[in-house]
């Protein structure tokens, strides 16, 4: 099951995405309660969002091992966490513009977990049932300010820097799935979960130790190697088996 935020006659709307049709919500699904109004719409008369507004953004550095050789860095016994400002959130379909004051803006393909109600000090096995789900994710950096800075708020916070979507799903297996990204239809990243560093599971029980979180939280749980850098008219995808294709034009 695909669930979807939409902007739709000009509202916000939520609902699952059932082929080319969708059955609406009367809330957000992330809201107790929340059950299908009965009504339909067609897809292609809605406007897909990101889909869900996080409280905040944790993201999940050098979390495989052949992306950490890549960039030169040192391995780490605990999770690297850094966060993006919800202002970098953009949707399916919507451009990352490249700020001026970089001169490479690199894609960066990850699994995101979707937290489904507030969650503090967790152990691992109690993780999975603060879950609501997962979608794609771009973690768009630029690479030399990342360098520069030697820590990674700048490079990592410009305004639509944090593609996702372009939905959620619920039942994954995503301790072993496929993800890439694609770059002008040309694979880029190759990679599958299962090489993940520190697990799902590790990563919220981890962070919730540290911050409590929200509905709607994002978990961006780190990406694999092959990341490079796009210019101005770039069309870049990232894909995840099990849950589909997230695509943005780069401006």
């Known amino acids: 099951m695909q669930y979807i935020r939409f902007s739709y006659e000009d509202r916000i709307c939520f609902g699952q995405l059932?082929?080319?049709?969708?059955?609406?919500?009367?809330?957000?699904?992330?809201?107790a309660g929340c059950k299908?109004?009965?009504?339909?719409?067609?897809?292609?008369?809605?406007?897909?969002?990101?889909p869900v507004e996080p409280t905040k953004i944790v993201c999940i550095g050098l979390n495989y091992a052949k992306h950490i050789e890549e960039l030169g860095h040192d391995f780490h016994d605990d999770p690297v966490i850094f966060l993006?400002?919800?202002?970098?959130?953009?949707?399916?379909?919507?451009?990352?513009?490249?700020?001026?004051?970089?001169?490479?803006?690199?894609?960066?393909?990850?699994l995101v977990v979707v937290i489904g109600k507030t969650a503090k000090d967790l152990a691992e096995d109690q993780a999975?049932?603060?879950?609501?789900?997962?979608?794609?994710?771009?973690?768009?950096?630029?690479?030399?300010?990342?360098?520069?800075d030697g820590q990674w708020t700048r490079s990592k916070g410009f305004d639509t820097f944090c593609p996702i979507g372009p939905w959620i799903v619920r039942d994954l297996d995503y301790?072993?799935?496929?993800?890439?990204?694609?770059?002008?239809?040309?694979?880029?990243?190759?990679?599958?979960?299962?090489?993940?560093?520190?697990?799902?599971?590790?990563?919220?029980?981890?962070?919730?130790?540290?911050m409590t979180l929200n509905p709607g939280d994002?978990?961006?749980?780190?990406?694999?190697?092959?990341?490079?850098?796009?210019?101005?008219?770039?069309?870049?995808?990232?894909?995840?088996?099990?849950?589909?294709?997230?695509?943005?034009?780069?401006?």
């Not at 999975?128 to 520069?148: H, M, P, S, W």
């Not at 780190?222 to 401006?251: F, Q, S, W, Y």
């Open 84 to 110: 993006k400002p919800v202002t970098s959130l953009v949707g399916p379909e919507d451009e990352i513009i490249l700020p001026a004051m970089s001169q490479q803006v690199d894609y960066e393909a990850e």
């Open 218 to 251: 994002l978990i961006m749980t780190g990406t694999p190697e092959g990341v490079g850098p796009m210019k101005t008219g770039d069309g870049i995808a990232v894909e995840i088996e099990g849950i589909g294709r997230l695509h943005n034009l780069v401006r």
């Open 128 to 148: 999975e049932d603060y879950i609501f789900g997962f979608t794609c994710g771009n973690d768009v950096t630029a690479r030399d300010l990342q360098k520069k």
């Open 175 to 210: 301790r072993n799935v496929k993800i890439r990204s694609v770059l002008n239809g040309e694979v880029k990243q190759s990679s599958q979960t299962s090489h993940l560093i520190h697990s799902v599971p590790k990563l919220v029980s981890y962070i919730s130790q540290i």
């Open 36 to 50: 299908k109004t009965g009504r339909i719409l067609q897809a292609d008369q809605v406007r897909l969002l990101a």
């Open 18 to 31: 059932q082929g080319e049709f969708i059955a609406l919500f009367d809330r957000s699904y992330l809201e």
